[in-house]
Antibody
Framework: QVFLVESGGGVVQPGRSLTLSCAAS????????MHWVRQAPGKGLEWVAV????????YYLDSVKGRFTISRDNSNDTLFLQMNSLTTEDTAVYYC??????????????WGHGTMVTVSS | DIQLTQSPSTLSASVGARVTITCRAS??????LAWYQQKPGKAPKLLIF???ILESGVPSRFTGSGSGTEFTLTITSLQADDFATYYC?????????FGQGTKLEIK
């Protein structure tokens, strides 16, 4: 079975940093692009970042560019999201998600359970 | 950026009914549209991709259609398990946006 398990969420003050992790299992992690998607309390889904299967390309939501960095460790089947200069607007559940196919259709077929990030003073 | 507008925002229906949710894109996205179902406290679940292709394991009462800027998700013969929030999502190259969601409630 395919699993994604996020960790690293918590309460952090505005301006501080936090790094999320997503441990993958049950599939060849190094073959798939991976995403982070977030959901603020009571709100809809918002895509945050994507990284290519080999880490060669990364793209971000405009509002997190320059503050967030997506990375991966294919040796340990783990995805990361480093978040700097956090603001209250970043408060959300953060999900990691697997791309459906190795190329082509870029939708999210497997999601983790999410990890909550609360930015508050 | 491509915007997606779903309608209605809330939909009340009875078990056994047929419902349709619409998703309109602010520009042509061909058929690069997916639908997800989300239940409270849970991660979203992929239902349909490429506008009309049913994800493995998803019941055939879910159908998607459309191309360009207008898309629909239809659920026939609603089951109790279908009451949830539904999101459309576009995925043109390295640009991903979701609609605001449609909450399907039991009448």
């Amino acid at each position: 079975q395919v699993f994604l398990v996020e960790s690293g969420g918590g309460v952090v003050q505005p301006g501080r940093s936090l790094t999320l992790s997503c441990a993958a299992s049950g599939f060849r992690f190094s073959n798939y692009g991976m995403h982070w998607v977030r959901q603020a309390p009571g709100k809809g889904l918002e895509w945050v970042a994507v990284i290519a299967f080999d880490g060669s390309n990364r793209y971000y939501l405009d509002s997190v560019k320059g503050r967030f960095t997506i990375s991966r460790d294919n040796s340990n089947d783990t995805l990361f999201l480093q978040m700097n200069s956090l603001t209250t607007e970043d408060t959300a559940v953060y999900y990691c998600a697997k791309r459906l196919t190795t190329s082509g259709t870029d939708v999210f077929d497997v999601w983790g359970h999410g990890t909550m990030v609360t930015v508050s003073s | 950026d491509i915007q997606l507008t779903q309608s209605p925002s809330t939909l009340s229906a009875s078990v056994g009914a047929r419902v349709t949710i619409t998703c309109r894109a602010s520009q042509n996205i061909n058929t690069e549209l997916a639908w997800y179902q989300q239940k409270p406290g849970k991660a979203p679940k992929l239902l349909i991709f490429d506008s009309s292709i049913l994800e493995s394991g998803v019941p055939s009462r879910f159908t998607g259609s459309g191309s360009g800027t207008e898309f629909t998700l239809t659920i026939t013969s609603l089951q109790a398990d279908d009451f949830a929030t539904y999101y459309c999502q576009q995925y043109t190259r390295y640009s991903y946006t979701f609609g605001q969601g449609t909450k399907l409630e039991i009448k």
